[in-house]
């Protein structure tokens, strides 16, 4: 990520960068550990149940728990007996009384050893009763906002938060833990995200694949079972030769063909890609000699992206570009299906009273005419948008706008813009999910306090308006 910022211009600069390290394996369970450096919210299902075990998540239910088999009733073999002759003799007379005293103990015998049989049921089923009462409050106790009848291992039966309400038309996501060459993100961790984006939100956009992000949120999003649909992301770098775009594409490639297409809407390839290679060659113009340079290796990403995506017959799947405001090159625009537009108010430094203003009128007027200008039309997203609720001490400028980052003006600028935004048919995604502690220590400022939540998953002091 890199600091955001506006030149004299208005030049944006948006606040995400995951530029990446190292590469690893697409194997989802390499990637399935619950440790990381972040805390967690307690999860509304069963934590321990290693979802990494499951051969899939789409043709089954991974967290469901296992039911209890009582043990069959075997029944106990009766003793038969043979007719005796010659009953007069003593020797006969005391082999009767043997036989009788045999019999009476083997009958004996069987009927203590059902009794026993049937004392041990009745145990066992108390014993179960009992075990499943004590996991039953143990999880109401771990889960106070659980309604009742909610079962922890299921994950398509969880607790709502009726502070949530399903207004915004997107959320930017990135999960927790999802940089190289750690990645310390879970399945278990996505799927507590996506249970709380789904009460807010039926879309979501990823910025990449590294740390297999693609395979985790379309397994959690199957395994919910919620109403979600995802813009996958490739985050190319703009000095590896294309390292960072093959080693993404592989990792989307596999997470489609595990979990299939139907929750996807797109792959958008390159995040801010012209406004990294344009300001590292010292140039500000996107459609100059260093921005035709960066589409020239953008171009052949785009194209390579749709020719996977029809090879494995998902060619409905569309294909875009995601760039700062005022960066968009016009041949990478006129290559994609649609683009995917970061506008923040924040950095165009805004006051919080005209910030929803601004970013309307800035999107409608230098992206949205200039998609409408070009052959292929593309249709045009606000990629991010938002209003920070704090900074760090680290590289901190609190007054870095005329508008204080605090959970007030996050307020106002919700209240504001997003059911105008709604209204108006514009679709765009929030920035962002949750807070990302990482940042304020890379970047500093106002970089990691974006969130919605924070990097607990407690909903910040807001109220969402129902749109």
């Not at 009992?130 to 039966?157: E, M, R, Y």
């Not at 310390?184 to 996505?190: A, D, Q, R």
């Amino acid at each position: 990520m890199q600091r955001g910022g506006y030149s004299s211009s208005m030049q944006q600069v948006a606040p995400y960068r995951d530029t990446p390290t190292s590469s690893t394996g697409p194997n989802l369970q390499d990637y399935n550990d619950p440790s990381s450096g972040a805390t967690h919210a307690h999860s509304p299902f069963d934590s321990s149940h290693d979802l990494s075990s499951e051969p899939t998540l789409r043709n089954s239910n991974p967290l469901a728990g296992q039911p209890i088999s009582a043990v069959p009733y075997m029944p106990v073999p009766q003793p038969t007996y043979q007719n005796i002759e010659g009953r007069n003799s003593d020797w006969l007379e005391q082999s009767q009384k043997a036989s009788k005293r045999s019999r009476r103990i083997v009958i004996g015998s069987a009927i203590t050893l059902l009794v026993l049989i049937a004392v041990g049921v009745a145990l066992g089923v108390t014993l179960t009763k009992k075990n499943s009462n004590n996991s039953s409050s143990s999880s109401s106790g771990s889960s106070a906002n659980a309604p009742a009848g909610t079962n922890p291992n299921d994950p398509t039966n969880f607790p709502k938060n009726t502070a949530l309400v399903n207004s915004f038309y997107g959320i930017a996501y990135t999960p927790l833990g999802s940089q190289l060459p750690s990645c310390g993100n879970s399945l278990t961790e996505v799927i507590e995200d996506i249970q709380l984006l789904s009460q807010l939100t039926t879309t979501i956009r990823l910025y990449g694949a590294d740390c297999n992000q693609s395979s985790l949120v379309l397994a959690a999003i199957q395994a919910t079972k919620v109403n979600m649909s995802v813009y996958l992301g490739n985050y190319p770098a703009v000095d590896d030769n294309g390292a960072a775009y093959t080693r993404q594409k592989g990792e989307i490639q596999t997470a489609l063909q595990q979990y299939g297409g139907a929750n996807v809407l797109g792959v958008t390839v390159g995040n801010e890609f012209i406004l990294d290679y344009i300001t590292q060659q010292g140039q500000t113009d996107p459609n100059g000699s260093a921005g035709q340079a960066a589409a020239a290796m953008l171009i052949p990403w785009i194209s390579d992206t749709r020719s996977m995506l029809s090879s494995m017959g998902l060619s409905n799947i569309l294909v875009g570009n995601a760039d700062a405001g005022s960066y968009f090159n016009n041949q990478v625009l006129s290559a994609v299906d649609y683009g995917m537009s970061n506008v923040h108010p924040w950095f165009a430094n805004q006051s919080i009273d005209n910030a929803a203003a601004w970013t309307a009128d800035f999107f409608n007027t230098t992206n949205v005419a200039l998609a409408q200008s070009l052959p292929n039309k593309p249709k045009m997203f606000i990629a991010e948008t938002g209003w920070p609720t704090g900074t760090s001490s680290y590289n901190s400028n609190p007054n870095d706008g005329p508008s204080l980052a605090s959970v007030g003006n996050l307020q106002i600028f919700i209240n504001d813009f997003a059911c105008n935004a709604t209204k108006n048919g514009t679709g765009y995604f929030f920035f962002e999910f949750s807070d990302e502690p990482w940042k304020n220590t890379t970047y500093g400022g106002v970089e990691g306090y974006w969130g919605l939540f924070d990097s607990n998953k407690n909903l910040k002091n807001i109220t969402i308006p129902t749109c």
